[in-house]
C-alpha cells in the first residue's frame, strides 16, 4: 500500500522536479499536484507533463493532499505556510526538502494547524543546475534523506514519510534537527561557503592575470566553480538560517587554515603529510561508502 493518495509540491526547480519525476516513476498512481512562485515555471511544468494538476498558488494546490513538499528556499518558508495552512485537510503531513532544519521547525511548528502533522526532511542530494529541466527521476536513488520530526510528532506520519522517501531510493536516518544542522554545516554549508569564496578571490584576479585564472583552471578550481555554480537564492537563504552552526564550524576551519599556514612557513612537512593523509583516507571513505565514484576524473565525460 502506497504511503500517500495525493502529493502537492510547492516550488518546481532541482529538487522539486526531480521528486515529482521520482514519484512518477516509483509510484505511478499518486495523484500529483505541483506549483511555482513563477508563472513561466508553471508553464513549463505543464509542457514537460510533471504532474497531474498545476495549481496557481500553494493554497490550491495543498488542498486534500496528503503530503505537502516544501521545495522553495528556506527564506520563502513562512508565507507559503500561512497560505496553505487553511487549506490542509485533517491528517494532513506538511514536509520540506530544506538543506538547514532547526528553523523549519521554528518558522513552521507555529503555522500548523492543530490537525495537520510537521515531518521535515533533508534528501542529501543535489547538482549545481537549477529550474524544472535540471530534475531527474534517479536523484535520490543511493542517497541518504535525513528526517527530524519535532518532539512529540506523530509516530505514524514519520513512518510515512520514511516509507515515501524508501520508495524513492532513498536511505532514511531520523535525527535531531539542531545535530542535523550541525553536520551539514560540516559537510555541504561550508564547502559552498568555501566554493564561493575561492571563486570570488579568482574573479578579482583575473582582471589582474588578463583572464589566466579561467584560460588555465586547473581541476581543483573547476571543481570549486561547479559548486559555486548553485542557486544564489538557496544557499543565501541555507546560511542566514544555519548561521549559528555555520558560525561555529567556520570558527574551527579558520584555526586549521592557521595550522596548515604556519606549517608552511616553517617547513613542517610532517604535518603537511598527516593531514592530507587523513583527508585522503576521508575520500577513499566516502568512495567505499558508495556517495561517489572512483571513476578517474569524478566519471566525467571529456567533454564536460
Request: proline share 6%; net charge negative; aromatic share 6%.
Amino acid at each position: 500500500m502506497l504511503p500517500f493518495a495525493r502529493v502537492a509540491i510547492v516550488g518546481m526547480g532541482l529538487i522539486g522536479s526531480s521528486l515529482a519525476r521520482a514519484i512518477r516513476a516509483a509510484m505511478p498512481t499518486v495523484r500529483l499536484v505541483v506549483t511555482d512562485a513563477d508563472p513561466a515555471v508553471r508553464a513549463r511544468v505543464l509542457s514537460l507533463n510533471l504532474a497531474d494538476d498545476v495549481a496557481d498558488g500553494a493554497g490550491a494546490a495543498a488542498v486534500d493532499a496528503d503530503l505537502v513538499v516544501l521545495a522553495v528556499p528556506l527564506g520563502a518558508f513562512a508565507a507559503v505556510m500561512a497560505e496553505m495552512a487553511p487549506e490542509l485537510a485533517p491528517g494532513a503531513i506538511v514536509s520540506d526538502v530544506g538543506s538547514a532544519k532547526g528553523i523549519v521547525l521554528d518558522v513552521l511548528g507555529p503555522l500548523m494547524p492543530p490537525h495537520a502533522h510537521l515531518v521535515p526532511a533533508h534528501p542529501v542530494a543535489g547538482t549545481e543546475k537549477s529550474g524544472p529541466d535540471a530534475g531527474f527521476a534517479a536523484l535520490f536513488e543511493g542517497r541518504w534523506c535525513i528526517l527530524t520530526p519535532p518532539t512529540g510528532a506523530d509516530p505514524a506520519a514519520v513512518a510515512q514519510v520514511s516509507e515515501f522517501w524508501t520508495r524513492l531510493g532513498s536511505k532514511v536516518e531520523v535525527m535531531d534537527a539542531r545535530h542535523h544542522d550541525l553536520v551539514l554545516a560540516v559537510t555541504s554549508h561550508i564547502p559552498h561557503l568555501i566554493a564561493y569564496s575561492i571563486v570570488g578571490t579568482a574573479s578579482d584576479l583575473e582582471g589582474v592575470t588578463e583572464g589566466e585564472v579561467i584560460k588555465y583552471s586547473a581541476g581543483g578550481f573547476r571543481d570549486f566553480t561547479r559548486i559555486a555554480a548553485s542557486d544564489p537564492t538557496m544557499w543565501r537563504d541555507v546560511f542566514l538560517s544555519n548561521k549559528d552552526a555555520v558560525l561555529e564550524v567556520l570558527a574551527r576551519v579558520s584555526e586549521d587554515l592557521s595550522a596548515l599556514q604556519r606549517a608552511i612557513r616553517w617547513g613542517d612537512g610532517d604535518t603537511l603529510h598527516s593531514r592530507f593523509s587523513q583527508s585522503r583516507a576521508i575520500r577513499q571513505a566516502i568512495v567505499e561508502a558508495g556517495q561517489d565514484t572512483a571513476a578517474p576524473d569524478f566519471g566525467r565525460n571529456a567533454q564536460e
